[in-house]
C-alpha cells in the first residue's frame, strides 16, 4: 500500500479541500464536535410542557435545565415547541405566567451541564486551553440585552458574554466565542465539569459588580450578568425560546451537527429515562424465604451514575393478588424490582401497566 505525506490537498480549480469519494471534509461535518447534547431539542420524555412551576428542575426537553430562585408562585410554563427555525422542527419555549417586581436575589436561566470527561481535550488548566465557540438561535417578544454564562465546577470558575435580541416574534442566529481558561484542571470524571447558561432575568446582585465580558475568572454572584440584562417577567405575556445550540472546539461557529434521533436518544438515556408502560413483564426469581418476587431489570446504555428510580403501576398474579412494585437496588447497568408482598410458589407475578422513571442527572 502506497501512502502520501503532504500538508494539505487542495482543489484543483479553487484552492479548497478537494473532496474524498464526493464528500468535502470540513469541520461541519466532523462527529461528535457538539459538546451539547440535545442542543435541537428533539428529546423530551418527561413530557413536552409543564405549567405553573416556581422551582429549578429538568421540566421538558431532556437535558435543559431551568434554575429559578427567588420567584412568586405560578412564575413560569416550559414546552417542546414546534415553532423552530428552517432545518430544525423543535425549540425550548418558556413563557412568564406571572409579571414580577425582582427581588434582588432573583435568579432565573435556562443551563445544560456536561461532564468533565466529556471536556478533556479542551485542556483547561494548561498553558494552552482551547477557545469555544457557542452557537444557537434564539427567538422572544422580549427584544434587548440576554446573558450567555459558562460556569466550572473545578475551580469555581466563570465567564460570560452578552447577546441582544433586535427583532421581536423573529428567529435569530447568534455565536459568541470564549477564550480557554488556564486555570484549574477539569478533573476527568463523571461530574459537573462545566454548564452553559442563558440568563433571562436576574436581580440587581448579579449585576452589581464587573461582568466578565469574555475574561475568566473566579465566580462572583455580583459578575454574573451583564448590567443590561432584560427582565424576562416584565410582563405575563413575555416568551423566549432557543434551538440548535451547538457548543465546538474553534474560533467560529460551523454548521450544527444533526445527530440520527436514536443516537441522541441513546445519550439523553445516559442521564434519565422512561422505560414507558410495562405490560406482562415476567418477574423470574422467587424468594422461598420471604415470598417475594424479584428480577433485574438491565439499562443499556448504562447510566451516568448509580441512579435514583421510581415506579408507576401495579403488580398482579395469576389469581388475582396485586402488590406494588420497589426498586430496591440500583447500578449503573441495571436495578433490583422486588413485590411489596408476598406470592406463593405457585403463582406468576408480573408487572402490569406499570413504568419505571431513572435518574442519574447532574
Known amino acids: 500500500m502506497s501512502t502520501i505525506a503532504v500538508n494539505a490537498i487542495t482543489d484543483a ?25 440535545n442542543g ?36 413560569f410554563s416550559c414546552s417542546q415547541d414546534s415553532d423552530a427555525p428552517a432545518g430544525f422542527a423543535n425549540s425550548f419555549k418558556v413563557e412568564a405566567d ?31 486551553p482551547k477557545t469555544i465557540t457557542v452557537s444557537f438561535w434564539v427567538k422572544s417578544n422580549v427584544v434587548g440585552d440576554y446573558t450567555c454564562s459558562l460556569f466550572r465546577a473545578d475551580g469555581s470558575r466563570t465567564t460570560g458574554k452578552a447577546y441582544s435580541i433586535t427583532s421581536s416574534n423573529t428567529w435569530e442566529y447568534k ?9 484549574d484542571p477539569m478533573g476527568n470524571d463523571a461530574e459537573f465539569g462545566m454548564h452553559i447558561a442563558h440568563f433571562l432575568a436576574t436581580g440587581t446582585d448579579q449585576k452589581s459588580g464587573t461582568f466578565t465580558d469574555g475574561t475568566w475568572q473566579n465566580y462572583n454572584i455580583n459578575n454574573y ?69 424479584y428480577d433485574w431489570w438491565v439499562l443499556s446504555p448504562a447510566m451516568r451514575a448509580s441512579p435514583t428510580a421510581t415506579t408507576d403501576g401495579n403488580f398482579k398474579a395469576t389469581s388475582g393478588y396485586t402488590g406494588d412494585l420497589l426498586v430496591t437496588l440500583t447500578d449503573l447497568k441495571g436495578i433490583r424490582l422486588v413485590s411489596t408482598n408476598n406470592a406463593s410458589a405457585s403463582q406468576i407475578l408480573y408487572a402490569n401497566e406499570g413504568e419505571l422513571f431513572i435518574d442519574a442527572e447532574l
Not at 53 to 59: I, L, P, V
Not at 99 to 117: A, P
Not at 243 to 272: D, I
Not at 274 to 286: E, N
Open 13 to 37: 480549480n479553487a484552492g479548497n479541500t478537494t473532496t474524498i469519494n464526493g464528500v468535502t471534509p470540513n469541520s461541519a461535518n466532523v462527529v461528535g464536535k457538539n459538546l451539547v447534547i
Open 40 to 75: 435541537a431539542m428533539q428529546i423530551a420524555q418527561r413530557g413536552t410542557s409543564v405549567t405553573g412551576q416556581t422551582t429549578s428542575g429538568y421540566k421538558t426537553c431532556d437535558r435543559w435545565t431551568v434554575v429559578a430562585s427567588s420567584l412568586n408562585s405560578n412564575a
Open 98 to 128: 406571572t409579571q414580577l417586581s425582582l427581588n434582588s436575589n432573583s435568579i432565573f436561566y435556562v443551563r445544560q451541564i456536561i461532564e468533565s470527561q466529556n471536556l478533556q481535550h479542551l485542556a483547561y488548566g494548561s498553558a494552552s
Open 175 to 183: 455565536t459568541l466565542t470564549f477564550v480557554g481558561d488556564t486555570s
Open 225 to 293: 450578568a451583564t448590567p443590561n440584562q432584560v427582565n424576562f417577567f416584565n410582563s405575563s405575556s413575555n416568551y423566549w425560546q432557543i434551538t440548535g445550540v451547538q457548543l465546538e472546539v474553534g474560533e467560529s461557529a460551523t454548521e450544527f451537527e444533526h445527530r440520527p434521533y436514536t443516537t441522541e436518544l441513546a445519550l439523553c438515556e445516559r442521564y434519565y429515562r422512561r422505560t414507558g408502560v410495562i405490560r406482562f413483564l415476567t418477574m423470574g426469581r422467587f424468594n422461598q424465604s420471604t415470598g417475594q418476587v
